[in-house]
């Protein structure tokens, strides 16, 4: 099939891979992401529960995206981003966003050496392959901002010199949802650069069970042998960049991103709910995360459960609620689960 790109203005030639093919790349992704089961198996060494989230970070790290982690004090939260690092053979900072801290304590800045009468880059704690911005909503915005850049250009900027940041990098920002006293909402444009938000609960009884065996004592092991290497996810990235996506699945999330701007469909009752819809960088990041999840589950090619099992975390930031929803008690969740059973499924 043949189609003809107005942006470019020249001709693609796009092919539909054959049954052989798919299953050719399936036997590869299985073997491939081999080395994700055996890290999720020493993090879960250390971590009771949080199964999402620990995929959601497979998610991320897979995708090429940066995570928003949203819950309550104690839930685990940093071991689980420490314990990743950990797993990994990369580098590992942990920041503390406070109202004092400044851009520069995040990027570096450029330092006077009397001893050559030269200024020299100090890089910051920015430059490391995992970072976890603990608490990012505790500081302003132009601290917020200095993120920005480094996440989406994956670069920094001191002075007049650009430095690129390794390979891979990863930003996975906390906040608590219920202090928001002495805190700093994100700006819509750094919340769009989360290509998930994930939502933390409470352990069931059975886990908090077992966190109270495992960790009731004055210290406990949270060491995780590490167990894949950089050059794993760099071959992982480039087999998820392969998965197959058939048309039906691209028009299906398609149309899923494209009721959140006209709700209208759904009901009229429904529209007033929705203040803003999703821009087209959440169909981006929609499908490499359904292409992600297909990698993790072996398969060389996306079903609509792939899509629909991501849509809650790529959306529920990126979805207005208006007034009215919040007078009703409508959230952003609700909205993505009526709109899921509003488009049809392939």
Do not use: W
């Amino acid at each position: 099939m043949t189609t003809f790109n107005q942006t470019e203005g020249i001709n693609q030639t796009m092919t539909t891979p054959s049954h052989t093919d798919i299953q050719s790349l399936s036997e590869e992704v299985k073997l491939a992401s081999d080395p994700f089961t055996k890290l999720k198996d020493a993090m879960q060494s250390v971590i009771v529960g949080q199964d999402e989230l620990l995929h959601r970070m497979f998610i991320g790290l897979l995708a090429n995206g940066h995570l928003l982690i949203e819950g309550v004090p104690g839930l685990a939260k940093t071991l689980a981003v420490s314990s990743l690092a950990k797993g990994l053979d990369t580098t590992f900072q942990r920041l503390q966003f406070t109202p004092d801290l400044l851009p520069a304590d995040l990027t570096g800045t450029m330092m006077y050496r009397q001893d050559s009468g030269e200024f020299v880059v100090n890089k910051g704690p920015i430059f490391a392959s995992i970072i976890l911005a603990d608490e990012i909503n505790r500081a302003p915005a132009k601290v917020q901002s200095a993120l920005l850049e480094a996440m989406q250009e994956r670069q920094v900027t001191i002075g007049s010199d650009t430095f690129k940041l390794p390979d891979p990098f990863l930003v996975l920002a906390t906040q608590n949802p219920i202090e928001q006293e002495g805190t700093y909402p994100l700006p819509e444009a750094q919340v769009d650069r989360f290509m998930l938000k994930v939502l933390v609960g409470y352990p069931s009884h059975d886990e908090e069970r077992e966190i109270l065996n495992r960790m009731a004592k004055t210290s406990s092991n949270t060491d995780v042998d590490c167990v894949m290497h950089a050059e794993s996810i760099a071959h992982a990235r480039k087999l998820v960049d392969q998965i197959y996506v058939d048309d039906n699945i691209a028009d299906y999330i398609v149309n899923i991103v494209q009721t959140t701007r006209t709700p209208e469909q759904v009901s009229e009752d429904f529209a007033v709910f929705v203040e803003n819809g999703a821009s087209p960088r959440a169909t981006l990041a929609l499908t490499l995360c359904a292409k992600a999840n297909a990698f993790l589950e072996g398969r060389g090619y996306v079903i609509p459960q792939d899509v629909k099992d991501l849509a809650h975390d790529v959306l529920r930031h990126r979805i207005s609620t208006s007034y009215e929803a919040e007078a009703e008690g409508v959230t952003a969740d609700n909205i993505i689960s009526s709109i899921l059973n509003f488009v049809k499924v392939p």
